[in-house]
Each structure stands twice: as structure tokens, then as C-alpha cells.
């Protein structure tokens, strides 16, 4: 139940064109849904994150999908670029503010010229 | 603005022995979590400081332990070191509050031998 699943673990997409990741969870109780994109080296950064109330969420190239019955959620790059070449985690929380973040086992998206 | 900074930066260790890792929040953050990420996966929640006390626990013995200090920094423990405690070791901060982002630093590599 503190699962969340992430597909595919590696992604190859050619420049300018649309990378898509896949996520899904089993807790209900899950109600924040952050991504985080990390590069070899780094910690995690936060990209992007939405909530269950709201169905789409677009941060320039970046866009979150989430549907709410399915359990789903997906991160869509448009227009990729290799400096988009990095691991991207999701990651699931619930609503009080000390619970822990639970994240996805990680897609590496590698973005070829 | 200084973001979250760990230290040390690499570490190596032979089984048996115990260490103690270093964070430092980013500025006016009150809330350190620290999480363990195993080459390819996601990172792992640990615990969570907050006011000095212990508030979540991941699934870790208690060869890990932590601590928090009145400014805020933090420390994370492991005692009797096994190989599989071989991992970057990541800290992360935040302000107390509903779903606030966590902020990573660049992790701690810990190796055992």
C-alpha cells in the first residue's frame, strides 16, 4: 500500500520529442504528488508536484497528468532536450505535513541529438 | 541563500564500524528528513527530525539513529556497518507545513568494505 510503481525504468527519446513517464499508487490516503528530476552527482530537485484535486498541471515544458480513479499519474517533457538527460523519480505523500515521501524506483531518460 | 549541505562528501568504512553524518538545512527550514539511496533505486525515508524529536520512522533498524539540533542541523548515526549499508545518503529539508517541499543536498557516499 506504500507502493508507487514507475515505468519505464529507461527512456530514449530523440531530440524535440515527447518523453513520458508512467506512475501509479495504491494508498488512497496519498493526496501530494511531487517529481523529482536528479542528475549524476546531485540530490534530487523538485520539478514539479500537483494534487488530486486538479487534473493537469503544466510548468513550461513540463506537464503532470493525474487521474484519480485509475490511480495514475504521468510526467510528460515536451520538446525534449539532452540537458533533460537525468533520473526522474515520482513520489507520493500524504496530507500531514510529517509524513514521509514515498519515491518510485527511478525512469533514466537519456535524450539523444 | 545556501541550499542544504552535507557533509562529509564521501566516506569509506569497513564493516563493523559506525559513522555519523552532517546536515545543514537550507535557511529558515526547521524539518530534516534524511532517506538512504541504493545505486539504481529511489531514495528510501529513514526518519524525520522536527524540534529536536524523531516524528516518522521509515522501515530501518535502530543501527540508524539521529539527532537535531536547537539550530535546526542534524545528524545521522549508523552503528555496526554492514555492506549493505553502502549508499548515498541523502538529506532533505523543509518548513513545517501542509505537503511543503522537500529541498535535497547533494548526499553523502558511503561506502563499506
Known amino acids: 500500500q506504500q507502493q508507487v510503481k514507475q515505468s519505464p525504468q529507461s527512456l530514449i527519446v530523440q531530440k524535440g520529442g515527447i518523453s513520458i513517464i508512467n506512475c501509479a499508487y495504491e494508498n488512497t490516503a496519498f493526496d501530494y504528488f511531487p517529481w523529482y528530476q536528479q542528475f549524476p552527482g546531485k540530490g534530487p530537485a523538485l520539478l514539479i508536484a500537483?494534487?488530486?484535486?486538479?487534473s493537469e498541471k503544466k510548468e513550461g515544458r513540463f506537464t503532470i497528468s493525474f487521474n484519480k480513479s485509475a490511480k495514475q499519474f504521468s510526467l510528460h517533457i515536451m520538446d525534449s532536450q539532452p540537458g533533460d538527460s537525468a533520473t526522474y523519480f515520482c513520489?507520493?505523500?500524504?496530507?500531514?505535513?510529517?509524513?514521509?515521501?514515498?519515491f518510485g524506483p527511478g525512469t533514466s531518460l537519456s535524450v539523444i541529438p | 541563500d545556501a541550499g542544504v549541505t552535507q557533509s562529509p562528501t564521501h566516506l569509506i568504512k569497513t564493516r563493523g564500524q559506525q559513522v555519523t553524518l552532517r546536515c545543514s538545512p537550507k535557511?529558515?527550514?526547521?524539518?530534516v528528513s534524511w532517506y538512504q539511496q541504493a545505486l539504481g533505486q529511489g531514495p528510501q525515508f529513514i526518519f524525520q527530525y522536527y524540534e529536536e524529536e524523531e516524528r516518522q520512522r521509515g522501515n530501518f533498524p535502530d543501527r540508524f539513529s539521529g539527532h537535531q539540533f536547537p539550530n535546526y542541523s542534524s545528524e545521522l548515526n549508523v552503528n555496526a556497518l554492514l555492506l549493505g549499508d553502502s549508499a548515498l545518503y541523502l538529506c532533505?529539508?523543509?518548513?513545517?507545513?501542509?505537503?511543503?517541499?522537500?529541498?535535497f543536498g547533494d548526499g553523502t557516499r558511503l561506502s563499506i568494505l
Open positions: 532533505a529539508s523543509s518548513l513545517a507545513g501542509y505537503n511543503q517541499p522537500q529541498h
Open positions: 500537483i494534487r488530486p484535486d486538479v
Open positions: 513520489a507520493a505523500s500524504r496530507k500531514t505535513s510529517y509524513d514521509k515521501v514515498i
Open positions: 535557511s529558515g527550514h526547521d524539518t
